[in-house]
């Protein structure tokens, strides 16, 4: 039957697939098995060169399309593909190592129909594999904007999102970027078109290991090269030293932090907080907690390595809390006995 004489379904769930042969089929199957069924299922192989491909072809579901290509392209370009492909309502995305909850694209959807205002829906993810966590992201639009210059506003592989505002605005990756973070990058542009919101439920079981694309990457290189795109995005300048004052707020360093850079490090919030006072791009309460915390979960890592680094770290705080001079001695002291 030809796709012109297929009622259109719902939700067009969206898997790009790169050697995740030992994973798709649990994948695929979740999706299958949700309890909501008015889907179709786009798997979009990248050039593979395991036995996914056939994995999927083994199951014989009409939902299911299977998009394949002669080359690898790299996973923006493929997610590209998917949603050009796309004929769903929603967009629900899917990645080829992860599994669905049941119940996910019901609650879902339920969620995204009663509040039309609402253009992205992720939810929090069950870890499994090298770590049994639960991940959490903010339920509203405004949380989600307070922490977007940092994070992920939606987890992208929880995401649901409407067709209609990736179709009014083309809206779609940068099909040639090959390195981890093009998710986010994407979700930023869907952020100037549409609200975010996640529902705080489990909804997704997230596979970490080997599996992930940033395995046995180096993830300075790589979150540097998605902090100055993302800065690039909205319009922020950034010098080098910025750079790595702002990775040292992600808690990645090439070297531990001397006196000086602890002193540009809070140079570089106040740029922030100055920029974001002028041009109001997130939330100022959220943004400014944000900025707090992760300046202030620093301090135990200078302590660690460099007394006059921390010290640095207190005055520009102006606050001397006992508990973190007492820690500041203990730990100066252990490393003086071990150099000794």
Not at 26 to 49: C, H
Not at 171 to 179: N, Q, V
Not at 187 to 210: E, I, S
Request: proline share 4%; aromatic share 10%.
């Amino acid at each position: 039957m030809s796709l012109e004489h297929t009622p259109t379904p719902r939700v067009s769930v969206l898997m790009t697939l790169y050697n995740k042969g030992p994973f798709v089929e649990e994948a695929v199957r979740s999706v299958l098995d949700n309890t909501f069924g008015d889907l179709e299922l786009l798997v979009v192989d990248d050039a593979s060169t395991d036995d996914g491909v056939e994995r999927v072809r083994r199951i014989t579901d009409p939902r299911i399309r299977l998009l394949t290509h002669d080359r690898n392209t790299g996973r923006a370009a493929a997610a590209n593909r998917g949603y050009d492909a796309a004929r769903g309502e929603y967009l629900a995305i899917l990645d080829a190592d992860d599994i669905a909850h049941p119940e996910r694209l019901a609650k879902q959807v339920a969620f995204m129909d009663a509040h039309p205002d609402v253009g992205v829906c992720g939810s929090f993810a069950q870890l499994i594999g090298d770590r049994a966590v639960v991940g959490r992201w903010p339920a509203t639009d405004h949380e989600c904007r307070g922490k977007m210059l940092f994070g992920d506003p939606v987890l992208y592989g929880s995401a649901i999102l409407r067709r209609a505002i990736l179709e009014q605005h083309a809206l779609r990756s940068d099909g040639a970027w090959l390195w981890p973070g093009e998710d986010y990058l994407f979700l930023l542009k869907v952020g100037r078109f549409a609200r975010y919101a996640n529902l705080q439920d489990a909804l997704l079981y997230y596979r970490m290991g080997a599996n992930n694309q940033r395995h046995g990457r180096d993830p300075i290189q790589d979150r540097a090269m998605v902090v100055r795109e993302a800065f690039r995005f909205f319009d922020v300048p950034m010098t080098d030293d910025d750079l790595v004052s702002q990775l040292a707020l992600h808690q990645l360093f090439r070297t531990p932090f001397n006196a000086r850079q602890v002193r540009d490090l809070w140079s570089w919030t106040s740029t922030l907080r100055r920029m974001n006072a002028e041009r109001a791009l997130f939330p100022a309460d959220l943004f400014e907690a944000q900025l707090q915390h992760r300046w202030q979960r620093l301090f135990h890592t200078f302590a660690d390595h460099d007394v006059r680094a921390a010290l640095t770290h207190l005055r520009c705080s102006r606050s001397w809390p006992l508990d973190r001079l007492v820690y500041l001695v203990k730990t100066t002291l252990k490393r003086w006995l071990r150099a000794g």
